[in-house]
């Protein structure tokens, strides 16, 4: 069991074209997770990330296949929206 709450929460997105949801919990552990909502049969969390820096902002890509998480001291990277990996981070 955890004890965040939804006051922990940084920043969420609905993807545009998926049933899936970014989000990124706040200090002092910022993690991004990726939840896919609308599926009974799989586990609703996809991904979880620990991520450098302090995640404040994140954004899909139009297509929905990129998520881009920008931090508090101008860094951004993008991750693959359904492995987690990371694309390009300018960190």
Do not use: H
């Not at 922990?8 to 545009?16: G, I, R, S, T, V």
């Amino acid at each position: 069991s955890s004890d965040r709450s939804a006051a922990d929460l940084q920043a969420f997105e609905w993807n545009p074209t998926m049933d899936l949801l970014a989000c990124i919990t706040a200090q002092p552990d910022s993690t991004m997770s990726i939840y896919r909502l609308m599926q009974t049969d799989q586990s609703p969390k996809l991904i979880s990330e620990k991520i450098s820096g302090v995640g404040t902002a994140l954004t899909w890509s139009p297509c929905g296949r990129k998520l881009a998480v920008g931090d508090r001291l101008g860094g951004v990277a993008l991750y693959d929206g359904e492995t987690g990996s990371v694309l390009y981070s300018s960190k």
